[in-house]
Nanobody, 121 residues
């Protein structure tokens, strides 16, 4: 099996920064696309940022220019650098990834447990 573990959440003032990490562990042959989602209370889960296995990225319009997604394939980890945080960024942030577990080319999709980000003065 594969586990995704997020870390780096917390309480930050408006205008501040946080860096989230997502590390995959378990039976991993390779990792494809890695994504960050978020879900605020009463809202649907929304896609925040995407990075493919070649480093190509995409972002939700609400975070463009403020958030940066990156990855280190050597340690099976994706990062989300969040700058100029706003109260409306408050949410639980989830990591999601497509993982190839063996040489069969089949991809399995996994979710982390989430990490709380609260932006408040």
């Amino acid at each position: 099996q594969v586990q995704l573990a997020e870390s780096g959440g917390g309480l930050v003032q408006p205008g501040g920064s946080l860096r989230l990490s997502c590390t995959a562990s378990g039976t991993i042959f390779s990792i494809g696309t890695m994504n960050w989602y978020r879900q605020a209370p009463g809202n649907q889960r929304e896609l925040v940022a995407v990075i493919d296995n070649e480093g190509g990225t995409d972002y939700a319009d609400s975070v463009k220019g403020r958030f940066t997604i990156s990855r280190d394939n050597a340690v099976n980890t994706a990062y989300l650098q969040m700058n100029s945080l706003k109260p409306e960024d408050t949410a639980v942030y989830f990591c999601n990834a497509d993982v190839q577990r063996d040489t069969s080319y089949r991809l399995y999709n996994y979710w982390g447990q989430g990490t709380q980000v609260t932006v408040s003065s």
